[in-house]
């Protein structure tokens, strides 16, 4: 009988074959071992102890700075077993995992590493390494987790990991990878995870991710990658993670995208993406959580039926040229923290003078920030808006040309710590009980029609280090109480008729 452990420490039991056929990979060179008559599946092959022994001294000798001492064990008083980072197989005493993430190492990879042929996890992420990878993945066929993000590793991606067929995780972001996404990655039928986001890869998404039916992880962000999204991603129905910002990718959005059940973040921010997004965007997208479209060149209607994705908590939609009304129904997501629609061109309900899609928010319960800045919002303030939950913390409505006055209600939202309601149509005065908002530490209110004088609660606030009022009709002295305002580092009250300076 022999056993074979994986990672974690399992074991099972094999009956033995009479005859075996070893293949051993060490150095640069390959040579077969014949037991018998009989082959056996390359993942049944063993090593000696000693290979693995030299191949981790071999590892060390190569790490130029270990900050931690993680590496001070690694020496013949102990079994290379115990070695800091080191796990090995109960049965054979085969190294199965080597995990040093986050232990700030630097230095380069040996290639020696090829010869732990029972390796089952890489984990040299949050490193410091660099350097061409020259490990041979063709000789550590039972790999299933390679995770070497946030190194500073150059060069193409290894066309080695070709033969790890059991690989599930690939985590090689943030390094200094170059090339096009290699097409070998849709012949990796078992992974779950891939991540190659923050390099500089080049080219377009091969059409052949698409046999990654396990799929639940894929990120490409932060590339140089352009082109379409392949509509073929739509039939991952496993993912759950889209991650595609920071590209150049262009072309429309794949309506088959928006059908994949599982989804719980997408992203496409900082592409060229454009056209309409689908009428039904939301209807089969249950448990979409995040999803992220800014700076874009989306157009057309914002598809009201967001609102039947119940589990969204935030919502990036600035930056494009989206038009028409803010549907009401975004009123109806329970579960929504964020909405950020700055910079479009999206307008009030027809025939209703008051903001209204401020009334509709105050259904919210988890509410934390509304920024829709930069809009065609041109209604006045609802007194409702005092009724917004006081979870509720930035209200960006700057420059929509908003009328009216600023509710004395609004001084309710007592969690707010940032309010900016600059370069609109306000009038009249400052709230006189504005001091009531003492958490606030962004105030803007520039560029309006403002009357009277700065209420003196206002130097109540003592958290707020910006204060933007500038370009309105405000009259008076300045307080000297504006000298309790220690945490002040931007002040602009420049264009308005205040009759005295700034208090030593």
């Not at 090995?88 to 986050?102: I, K, P, T, Y």
């Amino acid at each position: 009988m022999f056993c074979i452990e994986n990672w974690t420490g399992m074991t099972t039991t094999y009956p033995s074959p009479q005859p075996l056929v070893f293949l051993l990979c060490f150095s640069s060179f390959t040579f077969i071992v014949v037991l018998g008559q009989r082959e056996v599946p390359l993942a049944l092959v063993s090593l000696s102890n000693v290979t693995d022994q030299f191949a981790l001294l071999s590892f060390k000798s190569l790490v130029t700075k270990d900050p931690y001492s993680v590496l001070s064990n690694w020496n013949s008083n102990i079994s290379f077993c115990e070695w800091n980072g080191v796990s090995c197989g109960h049965c054979s005493h085969r190294v199965v995992a080597l995990n040093f993430s986050e232990k700030a190492l630097e230095g380069t990879i040996s290639p020696y590493i090829s010869n732990l042929s029972f390796l089952q996890v890489l984990d040299l992420s949050n490193d410091s390494f660099h350097g061409h990878i020259f490990i041979d993945f063709s000789c550590l066929p039972l790999l299933e987790n390679l995770s070497i993000r946030k190194n500073n590793f150059e060069g193409l991606i290894p066309q080695t990991l070709s033969h790890c067929r059991g690989l599930q995780i690939l985590s090689v972001g943030d390094n200094q990878f170059y090339g096009s996404i290699p097409k070998f990655l849709g012949s990796l039928l078992e992974l779950k995870r891939l991540s190659i986001r923050g390099s500089r890869l080049t080219g377009t998404i091969p059409i052949v991710l698409a046999n990654l039916t396990k799929l639940e992880w894929f990120s490409i962000a932060q590339n140089q990658i352009q082109g379409n999204i392949p509509p073929e991603l739509g039939s991952l129905m496993h993912l759950t993670w889209l991650n595609v910002e920071g590209n150049n990718l262009n072309g429309t959005l794949p309506e088959s995208l928006f059908k994949v059940s599982a989804l719980q973040a997408l992203s496409f921010v900082m592409n060229q993406l454009i056209g309409h997004l689908p009428k039904d965007v939301g209807h089969f997208l249950t448990n979409l959580q995040i999803i992220y479209m800014s700076n874009n060149n989306f157009d057309g209607p914002f598809p009201p039926s967001f609102s039947n994705a119940t589990s969204l908590q935030a919502i990036s939609a600035a930056d494009n040229k989206f038009s028409g009304l803010i549907p009401l129904e975004l009123g109806s997501m329970t579960q929504l923290k964020r909405l950020y629609l700055e910079h479009n061109m999206l307008t009030n309900v027809g025939g209703n003078r008051e903001l209204s899609i401020l009334t509709s928010f105050t259904n919210y319960q988890l509410l934390e920030e509304v920024v829709l800045s930069q809009n065609l919002l041109n209604d006045i303030l609802p007194t409702s808006v005092g009724n917004l939950i006081t979870t509720l913390w930035r209200l960006h409505l700057s420059s929509n040309l908003i009328e009216g006055t600023i509710p004395l209600a609004l001084t309710n939202l007592t969690n707010l710590i940032s309010l900016n309601l600059g370069f609109d149509n306000l009038k009249g005065l400052i709230p006189r009980n504005i001091g009531s908002m003492n958490r606030l530490q962004v105030l803007g209110l520039s560029s309006n029609a403002l009357e009277g004088s700065i209420p003196d609660t206002l130097y109540q606030l003592v958290c707020m280090y910006s204060f933007y009022i500038k370009e309105n009709m405000l009259i008076g002295s300045i307080s000297r109480s504006i000298n309790n305002l220690t945490s002040l580092q931007w002040l602009d009250l420049s264009s308005n008729n205040l009759s005295s300076t700034l208090p030593p």
